[in-house]
C-alpha cells in the first residue's frame, strides 16, 4: 500500500505537511497552530473538513477557528476572562466583548515546530509541537510553562487519526482543557446535497447556558430538539448554537455524518477523555457545520460543580495528558 509525506509541501502559499494514502489525502499547517486544513476522500470524492478552493491563507488566518481542524487550548469560554485553578488565579483579556468573556486560547494562533514526519507500515505520519514559554506575549496572563504535541496519522484503514498529548513544564498546576473546534464541510460528498446530511451524536444530558453562553450547573433532560441527535439532525439550514451535553455512550464515543441519498458515511471517533459535545453551525447558512468534542465544560475550572461533573482536572509538573480522535468514511 503506497503511502507519500511532503514536508514542506506549499498550500495556499504556506508551507504544510502533506500525508497522502491510496484513499485519503490530508494538509496539515504547522504554521497554522497545527490545523488540518484539508482532509479529502479521493475515492468517494469526500470533502470532509470545510475547504473554498478560493480562499486564501490570509482569510483563514483571520478566523482560524473556522476552518479545517483547528484544536484549542484552552477552548471556549470563561467568564470575564477569570481562570481559577487550585494553586492561582488568571485573568485573561477579553477577546469576546459581546459575552465579556475570554475564548478559545491562543495555542491554534501560534506557529508550531514539526517534530518528525514517516511514511511506513501503509500509515503516513507527523508529530508536531508547541512549547508556551516567557516569550510568549500571552505569559504575562498565564506564566505556566507547557508543551502541547499533535500526532497525526492516516492510513486506508484507519483514517486520520489525532493524538493530542498536554504536558506542565511548570512548578504550577496546569489546568486541563482541550477541544477541536472541528469544521465539517457541508454538502459532504462533491455529489451531495446539505438537505441530505443527517448528524448523529452520542448526547446524555444538555448542559444549560445562560445568554452569555456559560453553563448555568443545571444538567436537563433531552427535548425533542435535542433528541434529534441521537436519531439524525439535519447539521445545517437552520440555527444550531452551542448545543452542549455530556457523551453518554456504549463502547465508541462516536459521532456520524450520513449522506442519507448516497448512504456515505463521515464516523468521528473521540477517546473517553472527551466528556461533552458542543453543536454549533454559525447561524446554519455557511456550508459547514461544528461537533466539538471537549474535555470539559464550558468555564469548568470556574463552576462550583465537582470535577467528575465537570470534566475538569489539572496537571503537576510533569504530568502529561492525552486523548485522541479519528475521522474515517465508509
Known sequence: MSVHVENGFMFKDLSCVKLETEKYFA?????????????????????IFKYRENVTAEEINSAREIWGLPTLYLPNRFDRG?????????????????FDNFIH???????????????????AGVKTRFVFGKDDPMYQYFPVDFEISYTFTLSDEKGLVQEICLKNLSGRKLPVSICTHTCINAPLFDSGKQEDLRLCVPVGEKCGLDDRCLPTEELLPLNDWDKEYLTGKMPTLQVISNDMYTANYSGAN??????????H???????????????WNDEGQKGYFCPEPMTAMINA??????????GYSELSE?????????????
Not at 477569570?82 to 466583548?97: G, Q
Not at 494562533?109 to 514526519?117: A, D, P, Y
Not at 475550572?301 to 465537570?310: F, G, Q
Open 27 to 47: 494538509v496539515v499547517a504547522p504554521e497554522m497552530g497545527s490545523s488540518v486544513l484539508r482532509f479529502r476522500d479521493k475515492i468517494n470524492n469526500g470533502e
Open 82 to 98: 477569570v481562570l481559577k485553578t487550585s494553586d492561582a488565579v488568571y485573568n485573561f483579556p477579553i477577546n469576546e466583548p459581546l
Open 105 to 123: 486560547g491562543w495555542v491554534h494562533k501560534r506557529t508550531h515546530e514539526v517534530v518528525f514526519c514517516c511514511g511506513e507500515n501503509g500509515c
Open 254 to 263: 462516536r459521532v456520524t455524518v450520513t449522506d442519507t441519498a448516497s448512504g
Open 265 to 279: 458515511m463521515l464516523v468521528n471517533e473521540a477517546s473517553e477523555e472527551f466528556r461533552f459535545w458542543n453543536m
Open 301 to 310: 475550572p470556574n463552576l462550583s460543580l465537582p470535577a467528575d461533573v465537570t
Open 318 to 330: 510533569g504530568e502529561e495528558f492525552t486523548c485522541r480522535q479519528s475521522f474515517y468514511t465508509k
